[in-house]
């Protein structure tokens, strides 16, 4: 019997998910719906979807699991419709950048709780470490070798939470559980903080007298260094996320800015021997980071045991007839 599957936003993450569950079995059929209409033919072209809907109502039908992987705007306008569509006996899981705030948004329009878990999937390093990474294309192996974190923000169903370790499986990952609020301060600190940086930078840059001509000499340290920048546009959430997650940024705000204060005073000083040592001590810490984000996954222990792939799938399959 098919297992059917909703995929309600048809960007990087949800595409590469409906790939990775689409090549386990034949029985499980997917359905997409994404409120942007220019994502439907790319998500089209994956040939992974029995069809892609025109209204997210019709993408529910026979789901009895539904993937969210909308914008932030996207998740928090169409809440009130996701609250009337979903039922007691689906599962939803939520896999956007947003953790705490989108699970009470849909909670918000429903008097009955629901079957509800967040996962924060890390990607795989093979992949974000390469030149060649596309931040738009979906990916069969996306989140292959990397850990994904599962939130439970409503509550320890453990309906949810086993089939959440399932799909962590079946995508490749990791599972590790987590808390909602502190995952939220991770995606700021780790991934929002480094688009705002370069924001910053690219309009330091622009704003100076000479960038009629500096354009033409700078290289490959601007182009680095801002394409965070452009990662975040790719992505089509560059302010969305950082909006409704400003209580953490203004703090990790703060923190940046108290950083070039302290390169500013040393430049002002002229310590050279102290700035060179600071600049070579950054430069450790990304090179301790690149090697430790490429090497093999640590041992990780949830609170139940991890299946392998053949039993997770075979777990999975059979959630349908629950």
């Not at 719906?33 to 026979?62: E, H």
């Not at 989108?102 to 795989?124: C, F, G, M």
């Not at 949830?302 to 039993?311: D, F, G």
């Amino acid at each position: 019997m098919a297992i059917n599957i909703a995929v309600i936003g048809l960007r990087q993450f949800g595409v590469s998910a409906a790939l990775a569950l689409a090549e386990k079995d034949d029985c499980i059929q997917l359905v997409g719906w994404d409120p942007d209409v220019d994502t439907w033919p790319a998500a089209k072209q994956q040939n992974v979807f029995q069809t892609i809907t025109k209204n997210m109502g019709s993408a529910f039908k026979d789901a009895r699991i539904v993937i969210l992987s909308l914008l932030p705007d996207n998740l928090r306008n169409n809440a009130e419709e996701l609250g009337k569509l979903i039922t007691q006996d689906m599962i939803v899981i939520n896999i956007t950048n947003l953790q705490d705030l989108s699970a009470k948004w849909i909670q918000e329009h429903r008097l009955d709780p629901i079957h509800y878990v967040s996962l924060l999937p890390t990607l795989n390093p093979a992949l974000v470490l390469s030149d060649d990474y596309d931040l738009v294309k979906p990916y069969t192996d996306l989140f292959k070798e990397g850990l994904i974190y599962i939130l439970d923000p409503l509550g320890k169903q453990k309906a949810a939470l086993d089939l959440a370790i399932d799909v962590c499986v079946l995508l490749g990952g990791k599972p590790i559980l987590a808390d909602p609020i502190e995952m939220d301060g991770l995606v700021c600190a780790n991934l929002l903080l480094p688009q705002l940086g370069a924001a910053a930078l690219m309009l330091a840059v622009n704003g100076q007298p000479s960038w009629r001509e500096g354009q033409r000499i700078a290289g490959r340290a601007l182009a680095s260094s801002t394409s965070p920048l452009q990662d975040a546009v790719d992505a089509g959430d560059s302010s969305q996320t950082i909006y409704h997650q400003r209580e953490h940024l203004v703090r990790l705000a703060n923190d940046l800015i108290n950083r070039l204060i302290e390169f500013r005073e040393l430049i002002s000083d002229g310590d050279s021997d102290a700035l060179e040592k600071k600049m070579r001590a950054a430069a450790n810490l990304r090179a301790e980071w690149i090697a430790e984000r490429s090497s093999p996954l640590p041992a990780r222990a949830l609170a139940t045991s991890v299946p392998e792939e053949k039993q997770a799938l075979k777990r999975f399959l059979k959630f349908n007839n629950a």
